[in-house]
Nanobody
């Protein structure tokens, strides 16, 4: 069974940092993309960042650019999201996900495999 397990969420003050990790297991074929998404209460799920498994191409949402960094550790089958300078509007449940092929890698509709989510709360 394919599993994606997120960790690293928590409570942090504005301006602080968190590092989220997503461990992927149980899937013999590589994903085309692995992405990070988030969903705040009352809002639709939105893409935050993605990384291509094949060529390492990286993308970010406008809100994430300059603050978040996605990376991949192939040995550990882990994709991480380093989040710096966090803002209250970053508060959400963060999910990692894998897709087969997407021309819109920040669109959650194109992803088939999802983790359980990890809560990130940015508040003073």
């Amino acid at each position: 069974q394919v599993q994606l397990v997120e960790s690293g969420g928590g409570l942090v003050q504005p301006g602080g940092s968190l590092r989220l990790s997503c461990v992927v297991s149980g899937f013999d074929l590589p994903f085309y993309h692995i992405g990070w998404f988030r969903q705040a209460p009352g809002k639709e799920r939105e893409g935050v960042s993605y990384i291509s498994v094949s060529d390492g191409k990286i993308g970010y949402s406008d809100s994430a650019k300059g603050r978040f960094t996605i990376s991949r550790d192939d040995v550990k089958d882990t994709v991480s999201l380093q989040m710096n300078n966090l803002k209250p509007e970053d508060t959400a449940v963060y999910y990692c996900a894998g897709d087969d092929l997407s021309l819109k890698p920040l669109d959650p509709k194109f992803y088939d495999y999802w983790g359980q989510g990890t809560q990130v709360t940015v508040s003073s």
